[in-house]
């Protein structure tokens, strides 16, 4: 790996940002997987070393997005529920409520997009797939959301993560952002209760500036301090590395108290940004980080370590 990384002083990081930004962004169904789909095409075009693999995620991105258009949400948590998530700081759609039936609607619709240009060993996991037994699709999709990774196979991981997703997003489109609350554990979703993919530096809204973290499952994206590590919450041993030649957008916080790090992204620098899309795009900042002794704690569903 030639990549060089290059320390970015803190303040290039916490400039900016209005003040009592929203708590809690929730994707656009309408268009965040077509609007993914057009990113990973753009990232595809720039990596040409994991371009199939981005351009087969663009492809899944749009099936997804037919998905999120023509399936139904399932039952909903009753009002009860809602109160007594409020009331405990729990998740109102947590992931460890497996989603049960619904989403193998979801995967079948994600198993029948345009997959034509895709290489023969894909179609061979898109007909075993189809072919998988319902109980064993939900024992898989559970590794999934328990991120284990020694049991995951991991061609079939991005059809199933996708499919999970969208489960996850159109169950929290309609309850709206009224129904989710703070948590008392501020580094998890408070949707679905799974850890952030990354952070992204948002440009829109009545704050604009404000750093947000986002998850990995549901795609929601909930207000956390700008400089302040997302894993122990250290704020004076935090340093921002970059990798020489790369996107000014994309850096990795990094932090010399846990040794962790997570990925921000920097809408103002490039405003189509795809926190997920443009991590997979920036594998090669994730092996710097690595050789520099950082863990990295931003899982990505489509990516599964020592498998790529």
Not at 82 to 111: F, I, N, Q, Y
Not at 188 to 200: D, E, K, Y
Not at 236 to 251: D, I
């Amino acid at each position: 790996m030639s990549a060089v990384p290059r320390v970015v002083a803190q303040g290039e990081i916490l400039k900016g940002g209005g003040s009592d930004p929203p708590f809690l962004v929730l994707p656009d169904p309408a268009s965040v997987f077509t609007d993914r789909a057009a990113r990973l095409k753009v990232l595809a075009a720039r990596t040409p070393a994991t371009a199939d693999y981005l351009s087969l995620l663009a492809q899944i991105a749009d099936a997804q997005q037919a998905a999120v258009a023509t399936r139904a949400t399932g039952p909903l948590p009753t009002s009860e529920r809602l109160e007594l998530s409020r009331r405990h700081g729990l998740p109102v759609l947590g992931k460890d409520d497996r989603p049960g039936d619904d989403w193998r609607t979801a995967l079948a619709t994600v198993l029948a997009g345009e997959y034509a240009s895709a290489p023969e060993p894909v179609r061979r996991v898109l007909g075993r797939l189809r072919g998988t037994a319902p109980a064993e699709l939900d024992a898989f999709a559970a590794d999934v959301l328990d991120l284990n990774y020694p049991n995951l196979d991991a061609a079939t991981v991005p059809f199933v993560a996708a499919a999970l997703q969208v489960h996850w997003i159109r169950r929290a489109a309609a309850l709206g952002v009224g129904a989710f609350a703070r948590l008392d554990v501020p580094n998890v979703c408070p949707v679905c209760g799974s850890p952030p993919v990354a952070s992204r530096i948002r440009i829109d809204g009545p704050a604009p500036g404000g750093r947000y973290l986002h998850c990995s499952l549901c795609d929601a994206e909930w207000n956390f301090p700008r400089g302040q590590c997302t894993q122990c919450e250290e704020r004076t041993k935090v340093a921002y590395l970059h990798v020489e030649g790369g996107s000014e957008a994309v850096k990795a916080e990094a932090c010399d108290e846990c040794h962790a790090y997570l990925k921000i992204f920097n809408a103002e620098r490039d405003p189509l940004i795809d926190p997920v899309a443009d991590d997979l795009a920036s594998l090669a900042l994730d092996v710097v980080l690595d050789e520099k002794g950082y863990e990295r704690v931003g899982p990505n569903l489509f990516f599964v370590p020592g498998q790529a």
